[in-house]
């Protein structure tokens, strides 16, 4: 059974730090590039950083470069996300997503989601 388990989220203020750690199961980790997405109230989810299976090569949002870091332990089966300098506009549901492609098939998991929430 396929499981992406997030944490670490919380209420924050203005200018503090959070990590969010995302523990995976039920599927070769190694194999799967990982990705941070975001969604606020009313508005669409966005992606906000990514990384490539093996942490090779990395991608953020324009947002968010600069401030956040995505890593991954792939001995443990957990992505994270460092973010540091918060502001209120990250304010959101953050989700881990697991992508992978196989012959004809597409392979893409999420999270439950965890809150992060900036005050200002």
């Known amino acids: 059974q396929v499981q992406l388990v997030e944490s670490g989220g919380g209420l924050v203020q203005a200018g503090g730090s959070l990590t969010l750690s995302c523990a995976a199961s039920?599927?070769?980790?190694?194999?799967?590039?990982m990705s941070w997405y975001r969604q606020a109230p009313g508005k669409e989810r966005e992606l906000v950083a990514a990384?490539?299976?093996?942490?090779?090569?990395?991608n953020y949002a324009d947002s968010v470069k600069g401030r956040f870091t995505i890593s991954r332990d792939n001995a443990k089966n957990t992505v994270y996300l460092q973010m540091n300098s918060l502001k209120p506009e990250d304010t959101a549901v953050y989700y881990c997503?697991?992508?992978?492609?196989?012959?004809?098939?597409?392979?893409?998991?999420w999270g439950q989601g965890t809150q992060v929430t900036v005050s200002s």
């Open positions: 990384i490539t299976n093996a942490g090779g090569s990395t």
């Open positions: 039920g599927f070769t980790f190694k194999d799967y590039a």
């Open positions: 997503n697991a992508q992978a492609f196989g012959f004809l098939r597409k392979y893409d998991y």
